[in-house]
């Protein structure tokens, strides 16, 4: 199977614009979730999607946002950049999960975000 | 107190030698455990996956979990160059679905 892609890999924004970064699960994965990583905070949670619903949101502010297509695939969105958004998006597809599952998460390659 | 600690490094180990890599988590009722390797400039890959008290052997690789500790660590024997990297302990926690709470990461260097 083909793994977790997301597009684009680089991008360079300024601040106060907007991204839109995309991701594509495993074929048959239907939850999505995102992550945040940066040198001084690492690998923290965004939020996760599952038949296009949000399940679960981590501590960020409401300038991030997603949504999941009936295709699995997903989408977040950050408005209003500020220089700390600078930082490596990634994606992770999993099978379909319950509560109690040890459903295993499967990275993209995640997509660089450089904020001037 | 975070809710998964891992030692930063770097750990240092000669080429052939055993690595051991720790992590603690605060949260008692977790019951899934990952161990992802990230290699600079890519993303995680995941090593393995424990849930269950014990061992749990893969290749050159094992995961040793002790829930009564909240302890969680991976052994990487005849280490080499090739594994040097920053190791991930994860843990999902048992209020969400799909949500892993990731350790800041341990950075491995196997030295020839």
């Known amino acids: 199977k083909a793994g977790v892609t997301q597009t684009p890999r680089y991008l360079i924004k300024t601040r106060g614009q907007q991204v839109t970064l995309s991701c594509s699960p495993i074929s048959g994965h239907r939850s999505v979730s995102w992550y945040q990583q940066t040198p001084g905070q690492g690998l923290q949670f965004l939020f996760e999607?599952?038949?296009?619903?949000?399940?679960n949101k981590g501590n960020f502010p409401g300038r991030f946002s997603g949504r999941q297509f009936s295709n699995s695939r997903s989408e977040m969105n950050v408005s209003t950049l500020e220089l700390g958004d600078s930082a490596l998006y990634l994606c992770?597809?999993?099978?379909?999960?319950?509560?109690?599952?040890?459903?295993?998460?499967?990275f993209g390659p995640g997509t660089r975000l450089t904020v001037l | 107190q975070k809710e998964v600690e891992q030692n930063s490094g770097p750990l240092s180990v000669p080429e052939g030698a055993i690595a051991s890599l720790n992590c603690t988590y605060s949260d008692r009722v977790s019951q899934s455990f990952f161990w992802y390797r990230q290699y600079s400039g890519k993303s995680p890959e995941l090593i393995m996956s424990i849930y269950s008290n014990g061992d749990k052997e893969d290749g050159r690789f094992t995961a040793q979990l002790n829930k009564a500790s909240q302890y969680v660590s991976l052994l990487i024997r005849d280490s080499q160059p090739s594994d040097s990297a920053t190791y991930l302990c994860?843990?999902?926690?048992?209020?969400?679905?799909?949500?892993?709470?990731f350790g800041t990461g341990t950075r491995l260097l196997v030295s020839p």
């Open positions: 994860a843990v999902r926690v048992n209020t969400g679905f799909q949500k892993l709470v």
């Open positions: 999607y599952f038949s296009e619903t949000q399940r």
């Open positions: 992770a597809s999993s099978e379909p999960s319950t509560p109690t599952s040890t459903d295993t998460q499967y």
